[in-house]
Every structure is written in structure tokens, then in C-alpha cells.
């Protein structure tokens, strides 16, 4: 058993409140023991570990297909299917398994230094990402990719990718050690319908959360909109939405779509940046939260994203809600940090992560205090402020997940980051399309 302290302790509970001299206790299992205010607290357990500055939950990246590392910034100027077909494909065609896992690897120091402790990564070579997550040390939602689109079928048939998942899951269970399993099909416009549905069955059968791009561009969906009326209206068809379902992206829904997701429950993976960058379009925020919807914010892949920082993603999403709207309230700073934390772990079904509570996991991330960006840090709202709108990722300095700590000053303690980031740079130069 450890002790944390810190002068400000933020548990993301619902209220989002903020307790001063605060106190996180972090049992053997690597899971919290007990969070409040020192007076309060019990005994000291064991070692005590005073940090300088706030603690507050590892955030939940709920989109991102980090191996992409090595392909940022290619095709940066295209929109999304021709950016697939002319650039990324190809380019993902000559990843081998050992550069996934050395692309995975820098990505999740990345993720670590943003103060990201979980991410929900749609990718392929399953065993390449899963090595390198547990080599750094984080944690990982890994819904392996299916797909059926060109040049894809060199990693089989998508029964051969959902069988592989499935195998897996049955072999394994959901859930080992830092790592949960869940499927991943990739979209409406690169699976047939009725790959989407048997996927939809395995992942129901299994309990298993199955992550599929909705809806995210507006010509990309032109048949399942002809066809169906939407994205969402097809899933339901195919019974895929009464399974656990997170949707990426949703950004082209329309009234009747937003009550779907919220009558079958579906969750949102939100992805601003991406949707900006691609041209893709602006999710109605506050319309599916108005809704019930459970909505977490995404990076998506850091070759559209272009970065895997969170705290951007809540910084725009406020922003764009904010304009969309007219409501200068339309997400304040508080929503904006429960969506980066305790939203998003509902949003993926885990009530296990995202905020500081007796029980869940200690996914812990302190930031630094002693920064210009906080004017008046005594100040509750203030704080909150100055953090969410202006602090950010820069503040991380140390990170634990499960109670061991996985980033120390900013420098990861598993793995060397000067030899990861070698190594993924290697990789892009011999991916580079001359
Ligand atoms: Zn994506």
C-alpha cells in the first residue's frame, strides 16, 4: 500500500469537485483504497509519496489507431477517402508486425507524457500492439481491426480477423492484466452488412465492446444513407446496436439518429481534431449529451489527429461546441475534464477507470501547479479554468497505472524514450513514398 499526496486532488466525480491537501491511498491490487481530504484520512498505510502539484485520473483516449505514428503528416491535405485509398493504405501495406509494435511503443509513451493512461486503439497485428503496450507499461482497450477494403485481404478474410478475436477472447477471457480485448469493425462503407451483424453477434456473445467508425464523413456513408436513411439506422437494422458499441467520429447524424444512439444506448467516441482536419464536418455535442448519449473525446490516429493529446481534443470540443451553439456555456471546464476522464470510461463500458474513487484502478497523473497559466490556483473554478482552457498536456509530469508508476518527470520508466522515438523515425523513413 503507497500514499499519495498533493495540495489539489481533482477525483472527477460527478460534481467535478476539487479537494485541497488531498490524499489518494493505492492498495497492493493497484487499485484505490481510499481518496479525501488529509483530515480525514486514515492512518498512513506505508510509504508516503507527497507530489507537488494536483492528481487527478489518467485520461481515456476512447479513439486512436496509434500505430499510425509512423505515417503523421502524410497525405495531410486530402479528405478522408481519398487520404485512405491514395495514401494511408498503401503506406499501412508495408507495416510489418515488428513496426507496429515500435510505432505502438513511442505512441504510448506519447499518450503517457498527455497524461492519456488508457486508449481504445483500432489496429492490426494484435499481438504487435499488445506487446508493445505491456512493454510501457499503460493500458489499452484493443478492438483489432476487420476489414474487407483493397489490399486488406493479405491479412486474411474478415471471418478470419473476427475468428482471430474471438479465439482470443475465448482463450483469454476479456480482460488480462492492463489489456481488455473487443472488436473493431472498421466501418458501414468497408464491411458488407452482413460481416457488420455476425461481428455484432460474436462481440454481444462475449460482453465485448465493439468499436466502429459511424458516420464520420459526409460522402463516405452515401450508400448506407441511400439505402437505410443513415449510418446508425443500418447498425440498428443489423442488430449490432444492441450489443455495448462505441461509435467514432458520429459526426453526420441526424434528430432521428441521435435518438437511436440514445435509445440503444450506443456511446460516442468524439473526435474534433480529426473531424476538423479531414474536413469531415463537427459532431452535435451537445445535442447526443442532451440526448443521454455517453460521449468520451478520441484522438483518432495521429496521422489524421495529427497528435494523441487529449487535452486538445477537450480544448476543441469546448471551442467548437461554444460556436456551433451561440452558448458561451455550452461545455464548461468541469464537463470538458469529465469527458477527458470519467465520461470516456463510461463511454467504453468501464466503470473501473477515469476517476479517483475507492475501487477503480489507480491510473494517476500529476500536473504541475507552479505554472503561469494558474492566476489565482486557490480559487476552485479558477483552477479548473486555467487547467482545461489553458494548461493541458505541457503540466503532466508523472503517471501511474495500477499503482506503478510509468512516467517519472516526464520521462517513461520502462522503456528508454530517445530508442523508442529512433525507432519509429527509422520506420517512417522507409515508409516514405518517394
Ligand atoms: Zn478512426
Not at 489489456?179 to 461481428?199: F, K
Not at 464537463?335 to 484502478?361: F, K, N
Not at 491510473?363 to 482552457?389: E, K
Request: proline share 6%; glycine share 10%; charged share 20%.
Amino acid at each position: 500500500m503507497i500514499r499519495l499526496t498533493a495540495p489539489v486532488v481533482l477525483p472527477c466525480d460527478p460534481a467535478c469537485s476539487v479537494l485541497r491537501d488531498g490524499v489518494v491511498d493505492v492498495g497492493d491490487d493497484g487499485r484505490i483504497a481510499f481518496v479525501g481530504p488529509a483530515p480525514q484520512a486514515p492512518a498512513a498505510p506505508g510509504p508516503v509519496h507527497a507530489v507537488p502539484g494536483a492528481l487527478l485520473p489518467g485520461l481515456v483516449n476512447t479513439h486512436a489507431h496509434t500505430p499510425m505514428l509512423a505515417l503523421r503528416g502524410a497525405g495531410g491535405d486530402l479528405p478522408l477517402l481519398r487520404w485512405l485509398h491514395e495514401v494511408m493504405w498503401p503506406m499501412e501495406a508495408r507495416l510489418t508486425g515488428a513496426d507496429v509494435r515500435d510505432a505502438m511503443a513511442a505512441g504510448a509513451v506519447e499518450q503517457l507524457r498527455a497524461g492519456t493512461t488508457t486508449s481504445v486503439e483500432m489496429y492490426f497485428h494484435t499481438q504487435a500492439v499488445l506487446d508493445a503496450v505491456v512493454a510501457v507499461g499503460s493500458r489499452v482497450l484493443l478492438t483489432p481491426g476487420v476489414i474487407a477494403a483493397p489490399g486488406w485481404d493479405r491479412l486474411g478474410t474478415w471471418e478470419q480477423m473476427r475468428d482471430d478475436i474471438s479465439a482470443r477472447i475465448d482463450a483469454d477471457g476479456l480482460t488480462t492484466g492492463r489489456v481488455e480485448l473487443g472488436y473493431g469493425p472498421h466501418s458501414a462503407y468497408t464491411l458488407p452488412p452482413e460481416a457488420l451483424a455476425s461481428i455484432g453477434e460474436h462481440a454481444r456473445a462475449r460482453g465485448a465492446l465493439l468499436h466502429v467508425h459511424v458516420a464520420e464523413a459526409a460522402d463516405e456513408d452515401a450508400v448506407a444513407r441511400a439505402s437505410h436513411g443513415s449510418v446508425p439506422a443500418l447498425l440498428d437494422e443489423l442488430g449490432v446496436l444492441d450489443g455495448r458499441v462505441l461509435a467514432a467520429h458520429a459526426v453526420q447524424l441526424s434528430d432521428d439518429d441521435v435518438a437511436l444512439l440514445a435509445a440503444r444506448g450506443t456511446a460516442v467516441a468524439h473526435c474534433p481534431g480529426s473531424n476538423a482536419k479531414l474536413a469531415a464536418g463537427i459532431a452535435r455535442v451537445t445535442a447526443l449529451r442532451r440526448a443521454g448519449v455517453r460521449v468520451g473525446l478520441g484522438t483518432d490516429g495521429p496521422a489524421s489527429g495529427d497528435d494523441l493529446d487529449v487535452w486538445a481534443q477537450a480544448r476543441l470540443a469546448g471551442l467548437l461546441a461554444r460556436v456551433t451553439s451561440g452558448d458561451a456555456a455550452a461545455l464548461t471546464a468541469a464537463e470538458l475534464l469529465l469527458m477527458a476522464t470519467r465520461d470516456g470510461a463510461a463511454a467504453i463500458g468501464r466503470a473501473d477507470l477515469g476517476a479517483l474513487e475507492p475501487g477503480r484502478w489507480a491510473d494517476l497523473v500529476h500536473v504541475d501547479l507552479d505554472d503561469p497559466v494558474f492566476t489565482d490556483p486557490g480559487d476552485d473554478a479558477q483552477l479548473l479554468s486555467n487547467l482545461v482552457w489553458a494548461g493541458g498536456a505541457r503540466l503532466v509530469r508523472d503517471v501511474w497505472v495500477a499503482g506503478e508508476q510509468v512516467l517519472a518527470g516526464g520521462e517513461p520508466t520502462r522503456v528508454d524514450r530517445a530508442t523508442t522515438t529512433a525507432a519509429v523515425r527509422a520506420l517512417a523513413a522507409r515508409l516514405r513514398i518517394p
